[in-house]
């Protein structure tokens, strides 16, 4: 703030008008404090305020208000070089200069059968992951559950490190940590620059191998996880993918992913923990770092990891049907067919692939366009013409060697019969020879391809597709060879494709007003 041609401190703030009326009206509109005073009582005022005050203008006058648009007076700008230009006295350091030539996966297997493997993709930053091959599908009766309590577990007390310690070294160096668990893979990963390298593998390192898994820690996520599995129970359309695989398979793939709420033992906790997390069922995947750095800190951290092999799961699909009524008006209903070979059927997974992209599907309503799926058939043929339709989409759950397709979809219970029934015919236009347009074609293949060339613009993805390939298929495949693969795909492939998938036992899932929906036997009739 300033008084005349001094600046003061806002306690001796003083408003100075010429008009009595002024005054009366800010008296009532200012407060805390503030004085306010005609011109007249300006001069003792300045007295009081300049022994107070720090000069800031030298020159003098008789007006505030001229000295004050002096002061803030715009009309003579300065002379600043425009944007487009460099500034003068400023050395800017020389633009960093990338190979044209996309970086190579480097892969090194451990003496215990650990894998570790990175990709140095240009950039301040690194992310490290740690890949497990293991998730639900190696549970049983007495540790349902386990592999999602572990997820939730990460990051916390380990033998080395109290969960307050742990947290404090990760803000130290700036870290972002996130931990996933799925039907059969499990991963650790973080993200940070690659000055800190070191310390985020070993962190990394610590979490895997060392988890203290205290009883207290325990309680409160299982508290937690209770919350997700009420939240869970009352969302039909994520309920019913999960009741889908409890029907379509047999064995470790029907194993109930979600924690079923039966108390977890710590013993059970560590015991899945020195069965599961050995040395060939792990992967250790970077993006953003030098192979010899990477190896050189993380071969003695992983080798102590006991050299056993993964343990055969053996999963079958069946196909069947499960239903669940519920509260509301709502239905929602899965139709799902085999995925023979799972991901390492490349050929029949990278048709598949493009199959869901060119159904595509979507909710009723999107802000979205073309790039949003907004040309899909089941956009086109479905959504806008069936109004009573609230969702109608693709999945695809692939897994090592098996794995599911179909479609999921909602309306209101008195509509589940139609509902079906345009599901069946959708599925069923689709198989029919002739039935893909070549502009179809070609819009399914460049969609498939610019998604994964986006996702693989971020370095967390990339560890991901390193981390994943690995596990699955022993190496990594490049973008190019999938883009290829895809490029390949024909109209007649995809026909093919979804008649042979017709072909496989039906598995149906519904949750909700099922009154209306048909019965199994009726579905598979009409699907032959």
């Known amino acids: 703030f300033f008084l005349g041609t001094h600046f003061i401190r806002p306690e001796f703030v003083n408003v100075l008008l010429a008009s009595p009326d002024r005054v009366a009206m800010l008296r009532k509109t200012l407060g805390n404090g503030t004085r306010v005073l005609s011109r007249a009582a300006v001069n003792p005022l300045q007295q009081t305020a300049r022994g107070l005050a720090v000069p800031a203008i030298n020159r003098k006058t008789k007006n505030m208000f001229a000295e004050m648009k002096g002061m803030f007076d715009f009309s003579a700008p300065a002379k600043i070089p425009p944007m487009t230009e460099p500034m003068t006295g400023v050395n800017l350091p020389a633009e960093p200069v990338y190979s044209k030539t996309p970086p190579a996966t480097e892969i090194t297997t451990l003496a215990n059968g650990v894998r570790v493997a990175s990709e140095n993709t240009p950039g301040s930053s690194v992310t490290v992951g740690v ?13 349902q559950g ?54 985020v593998v070993e962190l990394l390192a610590d979490t895997v191998i060392n988890p203290k898994l205290q009883e207290h820690e325990m309680t409160e996520e299982m508290g937690k996880m209770g919350g997700q599995l009420q939240a869970i129970m009352k969302n039909p359309g994520a309920l019913v993918l999960e009741v889908l695989h409890t029907a379509a398979f047999r064995g470790g793939l029907a194993n109930q992913f979600v924690w079923s709420g039966a108390p977890l033992s710590q013993q059970a906790a560590r015991d899945f923990v020195a069965t599961n997390i050995t040395g060939p069922r792990v992967v250790i995947a970077a993006s953003g770092c030098d192979h010899k750095d990477l190896l050189a800190i993380a071969e003695p951290l992983f080798s102590t990891l006991p050299k056993i092999a993964a343990p055969e799961v053996p999963t079958t699909y069946g196909g069947g049907d499960m239903r669940e009524f519920s509260m509301g008006s709502d239905v929602h209903v899965a139709l799902g067919f085999e995925m023979k070979g799972g991901w390492k059927n490349l050929k029949n997974a990278t048709t598949i692939s493009v199959l869901s992209t060119l159904m595509g ?11 949003k799926g907004m040309y899909s058939r089941l ?35 008195s509509k589940g019969e139609e509902m079906v029934a345009v599901v069946i015919a959708e599925l069923q236009a689709v198989a029919a020879k002739g039935s893909i347009s070549d502009i179809e074609l070609k819009r399914a293949k460049n969609a498939t391809i610019s998604s994964v060339l986006m996702n693989l613009e971020s370095k967390a993805i990339v560890t991901e597709d390193i981390g994943r390939q690995i596990l699955t298929y022993g190496v990594r495949k490049a973008p190019s060879e999938f883009i290829a693969d895809v490029q390949k795909v024909t109209a007649a492939d995809l026909q093919a494709c979804a008649a042979e998938l017709l072909k496989s036992p039906l598995s149906m899932a519904s949750i909700g007003d099922i009154s209306k929906v048909p019965a199994y036997d009726l579905v598979a009739n009409r699907l032959k």
């Open 131 to 143: 890949y497990i091959d293991a998730g639900s599908v190696n549970e049983d009766a007495s540790n």
């Open 146 to 199: 386990v592999s999602h309590l572990l997820e939730r577990m990460a990051f916390k007390a380990t033998l080395n490190r109290s969960h307050l310690r742990f947290t404090r070294e990760v803000e130290a160096i700036g870290a972002n940590l996130m931990a996933t668990a799925t039907r059969e893979q499990m991963s650790y990963t973080a993200d940070c620059i690659k000055t800190h390298l070191p310390a």
């Open 361 to 371: 599907g979507g909710g009723s309503f999107s802000a979205g366009g073309p790039g």
């Open 379 to 413: 956009y086109t043929r479905v959504l806008n013409r069936c109004t009573y339709m609230k969702s109608c989409s693709t999945f695809q759950s692939g897994y090592n060697d098996t794995g599911i397709f179909g479609i999921v979809a909602c309306a209101d219970g």
